[in-house]
């Protein structure tokens, strides 16, 4: 049986936590909870969760600075974080994203676009440990064929990445400026659709790394 995942919920208003928890233990997930910043910050050092979603006004220590604190340390540095936020500006969105946050969701959180939104920041954290796995496991000496055909395919990941980088970076500036729409009342329906398809997008860049960092490929 597979270890349900961790996720961390990290909000000071309580009806939040409890909305949260249990749209997540719905899905299979483990919820560990925290009701202000430095409680935060405890728990994702003590816990260790798979993903941690993360208001931004909380008290003792702010969202942004909970999230640059648990960036700068070594054991939670590598914990994706979605922040969670009422300020829809994209400035406040480009200020999520400086403080190492790995997405953002507006509230009121929509069910399907926070599963889809939690279950491509976990497999893309997996992602970048097996590779980071692979590459220390590969220590032998393999034929030179083999290490010609080693040698392509590590050009060519790291071309389709940096690549695939950009896009991602142009699908970030995309989704603030959808943000920014929003908080200014636009409620044209085709925002959330293009919001929707950007999130595809950022899946199939998954799933294109994914596919390169098979091996036997």
Do not use: W
């Not at 409620?187 to 293009?194: G, R």
């Not at 398809?197 to 860049?205: G, H, I, N, P």
């Amino acid at each position: 049986m597979a270890v349900p995942h961790k996720v961390l919920v990290a909000d000071d208003d309580f009806l939040a936590v409890v909305m949260l928890r249990d749209m997540l233990e719905s899905q299979g997930y483990e919820i560990v909870e925290a009701l202000n910043g430095r409680e935060t910050l405890e728990q994702a050092e003590r816990k260790l969760p798979d993903l941690i979603l993360l208001d931004i006004m909380m008290p003792l220590v702010d969202g942004k600075e909970v999230c640059r604190r648990l960036k700068r340390n070594p054991v939670t540095q590598n914990i994706p974080i979605i922040m969670l936020t009422a300020l829809s500006s994209s400035t406040d969105i480009k200020e999520c994203f400086d403080a190492g946050a790995s997405d953002y969701l507006i509230k009121p959180v929509e069910k399907d676009r926070l599963l889809k939104k939690i279950d491509n920041a976990i497999r893309k954290q997996a992602f970048r440990v097996n590779i980071e796995k692979r590459s220390l496991e590969t220590g032998e000496e393999a034929p030179p064929d083999r290490d010609q055909r080693s040698d392509r395919r590590a050009k060519l990941r790291g071309g389709v990445a940096q690549y695939l980088g950009q896009i991602e970076q142009s699908v970030g500036t995309l989704k603030a400026y959808l943000a920014r729409l929003e908080s200014e009342g636009d409620t044209d329906p085709d925002i959330k659709d293009v919001a929707n398809r950007l999130d595809a997008v950022t899946s199939l860049c998954l799933e294109i790394q994914q596919a390169l960092a098979k091996p036997g490929r």
